[in-house]
């Protein structure tokens, strides 16, 4: 078997699989990179509408729950066929990468939202009632009361997130999406043996994830301390 | 936009979706105590034992969190026979994800045994405990009420998890959906009615740890 693996690689290795592979590596990024950039702006959304008060906001309010709930206990495989099918059903002729990342944007501003909010909560009560008392609103305490705060809170475990979604993002290869997993099927699919293919593609997520990974350990460690040391 | 939702067709199907999830949390089940073993092993290694084996324990962490679950499961299930193991699909998804789940699960509860603080052990001997007495009463109970609600998220993250044995033909909950949705073409119905069965299985899961966490160990549980 082993002589077998060392004849493919120089094959594997060649320029087009090589090209097609980094291609897939980009289409990967790309996917966490717009899931985590949507996904913070619709979490900072969703944060802020159930921050909101008063009846005629209501509504919207609970929707907000309604989503975040539901979609922090929705596996991604199922969400990703669901906008598969709802986008197919409207008719909107969208590449497959687009409803991959609409599905990822979903899932991301879901878990997001819960890390913000965590955040927020670890602000002192009586700062929000300094800014009310300041007749700051709900966007100007938030801009310039609360997240100069909670910004220490909140980025290590959504850094952790990122990272933890760069691999979610596998799943999407179920669709078509041309990305990693996607393309160890194909390079599979060719006739390369399944050890070699894998193998190489377990250490590319791995060459991605780890140092970010790494980041992420730092981010905390540098950020904790400060976070302890706040009266 | 001319489509009306069927949610007629889906329910003769109900009573195979809930199998479905019967299945998946056999799975979560299954992989989670697995995966508390490894973990438990690992941590433990990893806090006391010597500086070789602690490594080992820190490259299989390394390597099984910082690659995908579903192409750990690939490897296991399509280059293993190259090396003549052949896994049926579902001891190798359920082979992935305890494996995974050491990994996760190792790094949490060591997290938690550094929590534990000198001075307790010290207090604890001052009061003649012995060594088992001291593990037993004062180092467990201190670690569990740690452990406890990230043990319990780790749980609910892998239940959502299991889903991916669907794509090995693993007939748990989206493996039944994947089936029926061949079956009546109903796509969005078969879907959203197995989303809502994964939101109402999360929650009772949730729900029940939640209980089991606060009256056993005490812990401060936060599920929302």
Not at chain 1, 88 to 112: E, H, K, R, T, W
Not at chain 2, 9 to 36: E, K, M
Not at chain 2, 44 to 50: D, N
Not at chain 2, 123 to 149: D, M, N
Request: proline share 4%.
């Amino acid at each position: 078997m082993l002589e077998r693996l060392a004849q493919e690689l120089p094959a594997l290795f060649g320029y087009y699989n090589v090209v097609f592979v980094a291609k897939a590596a980009l289409a990967t990024l790309a996917l966490s990179a717009v899931g985590c950039l949507v996904g913070t702006a619709l979490a900072l959304g969703l944060v802020l509408v159930r921050l909101t008060s008063g009846w005629t906001l209501a509504p919207l309010r609970w929707f907000a729950i309604f989503f975040v709930e539901v979609f922090r206990r929705v596996p991604f495989l199922v969400t990703l066929m669901l906008v598969f099918f709802a986008f197919q059903l409207s008719g909107a002729d969208l590449p497959l990468f687009a409803v991959a990342a609409a599905s990822v944007c979903l899932i991301a501003s879901a878990f997001l939202s819960e890390i913000i909010r965590a955040g927020f909560e670890s602000v002192h009560r009586n700062q929000w009632d300094a800014a009310a008392a300041m007749n700051f609103g709900l966007l100007t305490s938030v801009r310039y009361i609360v997240l100069p705060q909670a910004w220490r809170v909140i980025l290590p475990p959504a850094f952790s997130f990122f990272v933890l979604f760069i691999k979610d993002t596998a799943l999407a290869s179920q669709i078509g999406v041309i990305e990693l997993t996607f393309a160890a099927k194909v390079l599979n699919n060719k006739g390369f043996s399944a050890a070699l293919v894998f193998g190489t593609i377990l250490v590319v997520y791995f060459a991605i994830s780890y140092p970010l990974a790494r980041v992420g350990a730092q981010l905390e460690a540098r950020l904790a301390p400060s976070r302890h040391s706040r009266p | 936009m001319d489509y009306t939702l069927q949610f007629g067709q889906v329910w003769p199907y109900l009573p195979r979706l809930i199998s479905g999830a019967i299945l998946s949390l056999q799975i979560a089940v299954l992989a989670f105590c697995g995966g508390l073993l490894i973990g438990t092993a690992g941590a433990t290694v990893k806090t006391f034992g010597p500086t070789w084996a602690r490594r080992a324990i820190g490259g299989y962490v390394v390597f099984f969190t910082n690659t995908p679950q579903l192409v750990q499961i690939y490897f296991l299930y399509f280059a293993l026979p190259d090396a003549g193991i052949l896994l049926s699909s579902y001891t190798a998804v359920l082979t992935g994800m305890t494996l995974n789940a050491g990994a996760y699960l190792t790094e949490i509860q060591r997290a938690g045994f550094e929590s534990r603080r000198q001075s307790e052990m010290e207090a604890a001997e001052v009061l003649g405990f012995s060594r088992l007495q001291q593990i037993r009463y004062v180092i467990l109970p201190h670690v569990a009420r740690i452990l406890f609600p990230p043990l319990s998220n780790q749980f609910i993250l892998m239940t959502l998890g299991t889903s991916m044995a669907a794509i090995f033909g693993v007939e748990e909950l989206t493996g039944q959906a994947f089936n029926i949705n061949a079956q009546t073409f109903r796509s969005i119905e078969v879907f959203s009615v197995t989303a809502l069965i994964y939101v109402a299985l999360t929650l009772i899961a949730s729900a029940t740890l939640g209980l089991i966490g606060k009256f056993a160990f005490r812990a401060k549980m936060r599920f929302a």
